[in-house]
């Protein structure tokens, strides 16, 4: 008894609904990535859009568990946010390869799919203080049409190879696999459209950066300050003469940048204003006019991430200008029940700081308008923010100011507090090896320079060890209490294994612990540590 085999039958016929799975796969994710894109370059283009990837993103940094922060920054430092977002983008392309599949064989489902995820993005985007409503909900509506287009597209090529192929099959009773011609049709589609997504999501993106760049007020500029600093000289940066030590003054662009804000708020200074209100005497309102009419100082003043780990990079000193923070509060009468100062920024951070702290005279919190002689970068907050010698960046540097709430310690947790990290945090004493980093050296003299800061209590001494034995380095000049200071130990390297430490004492008199620890919840402890091979 003989038997026939059918046409449509074995391994060989089931290639093609093998084949159109994974190609609706693809069609899909490509889809989800025009979406994305399309929302990339919308963002870029209108006042008040926002990208989706970034929305999402920012749910994310909000309702992320304690410790996450400190992983994060510990692991990618301060690309974390390109990290996160990255990770959300690769979420949302596998998301839409998933939906392609499904929209193969229902496509009002895959449809109904897309609309959800464009759905959630947009209520993610609603979140944002700064976005505007109407231009959200037009962006998201566009992107997400954009998507379904894309996906209607490459489905339909799918859908048309394989009636091709069917009718061949029919015909020949062999043909079981799509037409070279139909796949290198469909490959070229998804291929122009996975170039185009690249392409306009890194204009869009690029955009959006630039924004970053210069500040958007039109109000009228920061006049110039009644109180200034004295200008450094060359020879008082010791950078200048040793390679790969840190200048005394950060530039803006290499500034470090640690904040919750995937997409930089944009505030223009002709509508911005600067609430003072809570336990206060007389709640106060302040224009920008009204602000940069209180008088005007400078001050260098160094500040630091508390995820900061030992030997790292996420400190930076430069020179601020802008108005005292006291006369400010003097403005509406700070109560003596208010304990605690909350500062609120445009796009909803909190961080709280012991009033205490901020009105003790031996110091000069500021609000500040200007860095480094130049109007606050938008990524650094532009236009106004807090900065306070001697405090971590998470309990009082508030970027993109817009008010000022004075209350009790026990009644407000700024934002990192519930997240695990303490309430009080003054900056740490600490000490950094700039040069050398590691690996291999020259014998003969070989400068080990660093920086160290106990903002706001000064440097009094650094002291470096080479194999165990400790000697005093040589420090630059202060600049004041408030800000880091280079050293420098010359040192005479030989032949072999060196293990090189580093540890600073405080103008208080206090030395920093050998006792190594992580940043949570209150800094990182320990010596910086560098092992180098002289030959």
Same mark, same amino acid.
């Given at each position: 008894?003989?038997?026939?085999?059918?046409?449509?039958?074995?391994?060989?016929?089931?290639?093609? $609904?093998?084949?159109?799975?994974?190609?609706?796969?693809?069609?899909?994710?490509?889809?989800?990535?025009?979406?994305?894109?399309?929302?990339?370059?919308?963002?870029?283009?209108?006042?008040?859009?926002?990208?989706?990837?970034?929305?999402?993103?920012?749910?994310?940094?909000?309702?992320?568990?304690?410790?996450?922060?400190?992983?994060?920054?510990?692991?990618?430092?301060?690309?974390?946010?390109?990290?996160?977002?990255?990770?959300?983008?690769?979420?949302? +392309?596998? /998301?839409?390869?998933?939906?392609?599949?499904?929209?193969?064989?229902?496509?009002?489902?895959?449809?109904?799919?897309?609309?959800?995820?464009?759905? @959630?993005?947009?209520?993610?985007?609603?979140?944002?203080?700064?976005?505007?409503?109407?231009?959200?909900?037009?962006?998201?509506?566009?992107?997400?049409?954009?998507?379904?287009?894309?996906?209607?597209?490459?489905?339909?090529? @799918?859908?048309?190879?394989?009636?091709?192929?069917?009718?061949?099959?029919?015909?020949?009773?062999?043909? &079981?696999?799509?037409?070279?011609?139909?796949?290198?049709?469909?490959? @070229?589609?998804?291929?122009?459209?996975?170039?185009?997504?690249?392409?306009?999501?890194?204009?869009?993106?690029?955009?959006?950066?630039?924004?970053? +760049? =210069? #500040?958007?007020?039109?109000? $009228?500029?920061?006049?110039?300050?009644?109180?200034?600093?004295?200008?450094?000289?060359?020879?008082?940066?010791?950078?200048?003469?040793? #390679?790969?030590?840190?200048?005394?003054?950060?530039?803006?662009?290499?500034?470090?940048?640690?904040?919750?804000?995937?997409?930089?708020?944009?505030?223009?200074?002709?509508?911005?204003?600067?609430?003072?209100?809570?336990? /206060?005497?007389?709640?106060?309102?302040?224009?920008?006019?009204?602000?940069?009419?209180?008088?005007?100082?400078?001050?260098?003043?160094? @500040?630091?991430?508390?995820?900061?780990?030992?030997?790292?990079?996420?400190?930076?000193?430069?020179?601020?200008?802008?108005?005292?923070?006291?006369?400010?509060?003097?403005?509406?009468?700070?109560?003596?029940?208010?304990?605690?100062?909350?500062?609120?920024?445009?796009?909803?951070? &909190?961080?709280?700081?012991?009033?205490?702290?901020?009105?003790?005279?031996?110091?000069?919190?500021?609000?500040?308008?200007?860095?480094?002689?130049?109007?606050?970068?938008?990524?650094?907050?532009?236009?106004?923010?807090?900065? +306070?010698?001697?405090?971590?960046?998470?309990?009082?540097?508030?970027?993109?100011?817009?008010?000022?709430?004075?209350?009790?310690?026990?009644?407000?947790?700024?934002?990192?507090?519930?997240?695990?990290?303490?309430?009080?945090?003054?900056?740490?004493?600490?000490?950094?090896?700039?040069?050398?980093?590691?690996?291999?050296?020259?014998?003969?003299?070989?400068?080990?320079?660093?920086?160290?800061?106990?903002?706001?209590?000064?440097?009094?001494?650094?002291?470096?060890?080479?194999?165990?034995?400790?000697?005093?380095?040589?420090?630059?000049?202060?600049?004041?209490?408030?800000?880091?200071?280079?050293?420098?130990?010359?040192?005479?390297?030989?032949?072999?294994?060196?293990?090189?430490?580093?540890?600073?004492?405080?103008?208080?008199?206090?030395?920093?612990?050998?006792?190594?620890?992580?940043? =949570?919840?209150?800094?990182?402890?320990?010596?910086?540590?560098?092992? /180098?091979?002289?030959?």
């Amino acid at each position: 008894m003989s038997t026939t085999t059918s046409p449509v039958s074995g391994s060989r016929s089931r290639s093609l $609904p093998d084949r159109a799975d994974a190609w609706a796969t693809v069609a899909g994710a490509a889809a989800a990535a025009g979406a994305l894109s399309a929302s990339e370059l919308l963002a870029g283009i209108l006042p008040g859009g926002s990208s989706l990837v970034a929305a999402v993103g920012q749910v994310v940094i909000d309702l992320q568990p304690p410790g996450a922060k400190d992983f994060m920054v510990g692991l990618f430092g301060t690309n974390d946010k390109l990290a996160l977002e990255l990770f959300v983008l690769a979420v949302g +392309v596998v /998301v839409g390869g998933a939906l392609g599949l499904l929209a193969r064989r229902r496509f009002e489902l895959g449809t109904a799919g897309f609309v959800a995820f464009g759905s @959630i993005g947009f209520l993610a985007s609603l979140g944002e203080p700064v976005a505007n409503p109407a231009i959200t909900v037009v962006s998201a509506v566009v992107s997400v049409g954009a998507g379904l287009w894309i996906l209607g597209w490459l489905l339909g090529s @799918i859908a048309s190879a394989a009636r091709g192929t069917a009718v061949g099959a029919v015909s020949s009773g062999r043909i &079981t696999r799509m037409p070279d011609w139909s796949r290198r049709s469909f490959l @070229i589609r998804a291929g122009g459209v996975g170039v185009g997504a690249v392409a306009a999501g890194v204009m869009g993106r690029g955009l959006i950066e630039r924004q970053r +760049v =210069a #500040p958007v007020g039109s109000g $009228p500029a920061v006049p110039p300050a009644s109180e200034t600093v004295p200008a450094i000289l060359p020879e008082g940066d010791l950078s200048s003469s040793i #390679p790969g030590l840190t200048p005394i003054v950060m530039p803006n662009d290499r500034f470090y940048r640690i904040d919750t804000a995937l997409i930089t708020p944009l505030v223009d200074t002709a509508g911005w204003s600067l609430r003072i209100h809570g336990l /206060v005497d007389r709640e106060t309102t302040l224009t920008w006019e009204e602000l940069i009419g209180l008088p005007m100082f400078e001050q260098y003043v160094t @500040i630091s991430c508390v995820s900061n780990e030992v030997g790292g990079q996420l400190v930076g000193n430069a020179k601020w200008t802008g108005v005292r923070l006291r006369e400010v509060l003097d403005l509406a009468g700070v109560q003596p029940l208010a304990t605690q100062l909350v500062g609120r920024s445009a796009d909803g951070w &909190t961080a709280g700081m012991p009033t205490a702290w901020v009105l003790d005279a031996a110091r000069d919190p500021m609000i500040a308008l200007k860095m480094n002689d130049e109007a606050l970068p938008p990524a650094h907050g532009y236009p106004a923010r807090l900065i +306070v010698p001697g405090l971590y960046g998470y309990v009082s540097a508030t970027k993109w100011l817009q008010e000022l709430e004075l209350t009790t310690l026990e009644s407000f947790d700024g934002y990192w507090v519930p997240l695990g990290w303490a309430k009080e945090a003054p900056i740490l004493t600490q000490s950094r090896i700039d040069t050398p980093r590691g690996g291999r050296v020259g014998a003969g003299r070989v400068p080990v320079a660093g920086i160290a800061w106990a903002p706001d209590r000064g440097i009094a001494r650094v002291e470096v060890a080479v194999d165990g034995v400790w000697q005093e380095a040589r420090l630059s000049s202060p600049i004041s209490d408030a800000t880091w200071v280079q050293w420098v130990y010359d040192w005479t390297a030989t032949p072999g294994q060196h293990v090189i430490q580093v540890r600073a004492t405080d103008g208080t008199g206090e030395t920093q612990t050998d006792l190594r620890s992580r940043p =949570a919840p209150d800094g990182a402890r320990g010596w910086d540590t560098v092992s /180098v091979e002289v030959g």
